[in-house]
């Protein structure tokens, strides 16, 4: 599976939140959503979730092994980025 197009749409807010992102898969599958978080180890990804009616988030979507799920995280926040340089 090859990510085909990443669409990053910055958060202006103070926060943790930094964007979320729009990953597009073999120019035809989308996943929405996906967020990027300043954590206190750095920055990482979250993927799309919804809340339970437990009050649990649960993932609406993501990678089954921790092998993509790294792959996918290097390349939006490289994209991210890339795109944080143009900005600046």
Do not use: W
């Not at 992102?21 to 996906?34: E, K, Q």
């Not at 799309?48 to 996918?72: C, M, W």
Request: glycine residues 4%.
């Amino acid at each position: 599976m090859e990510i085909t197009d990443i669409r990053i749409r910055k958060v202006e807010a103070d926060g943790k939140l930094k964007a979320y992102v729009t990953v597009t898969f073999d120019d035809c599958f989308v996943v929405h959503n996906v967020k990027i978080i300043e954590g206190k180890s750095g920055t990482f990804i979250a993927m799309p979730s919804r809340k339970t009616k437990t009050g649990e988030y649960k993932d609406v979507a993501h990678p089954i092994n921790s092998d993509f799920r790294q792959a996918l995280q290097d390349k939006i926040l490289e994209a991210f980025e890339k795109s944080s340089e143009v900005i600046e």
